[in-house]
C-alpha cells in the first residue's frame, strides 16, 4: 500500500509504518502546498493519507477525493505521542476507504 504522511506529522514516523511504501510531504516536495490541492497529487499517487490535522474532513469533500484519509489522535504532533499509535495505524491501512476518514488514536 502506497501512503503519504503529511507535513504536519513528524517525518521520522514515516519509518515505523513498516510493510508499505511510505513517503512524506517533504520527500514529495509538497510542503507548502494546501489541503486541497495536496489531497489532489496525493490522490493520484497514494492510497492512504496520514495526517493530525483533525478539521481537513470538515474543510474538504473527502468523498472527491479517490484517497483514503487518516487521522491520528494523540495530545500532541510530536514523535512521542505519535508512535504509541503505530500498531493501531498498521492494523487500519488494510482496511481503509478511499474517499473516508478513519481515526486512530483517542
Keep these: 500500500m502506497k501512503v503519504f504522511v503529511d507535513e504536519c506529522v513528524d517525518w521520522r514516523l514515516a519509518r515505523d509504518i513498516v510493510g ?3 513517503q512524506t510531504a517533504r520527500q514529495m516536495g509538497w510542503s507548502t502546498i494546501t489541503n486541497g490541492e495536496l489531497l489532489a497529487l496525493a490522490a493520484k499517487e497514494f492510497d492512504v493519507f496520514v495526517t ?7 474543510q ?25 499509535l503505530i500498531p493501531e495505524l498498521l492494523a487500519c491501512l488494510p482496511g481503509a476507504k478511499k474517499g473516508a476518514v478513519a481515526y ?3
Excluded at 493530525?52 to 470538515?58: A, G, I, Q, T
Design 52 to 58: 493530525v490535522d483533525r478539521n481537513l474532513s470538515f
Design 20 to 22: 508499505h511504501e511510505v
Design 104 to 106: 486512530v488514536g483517542v
Design 60 to 84: 474538504q469533500n473527502l468523498p472527491a477525493f479517490s484517497i483514503a484519509v487518516i487521522v491520528l489522535r494523540a495530545p500532541s504532533n510530536r514523535l512521542a505521542d505519535l508512535k504509541p
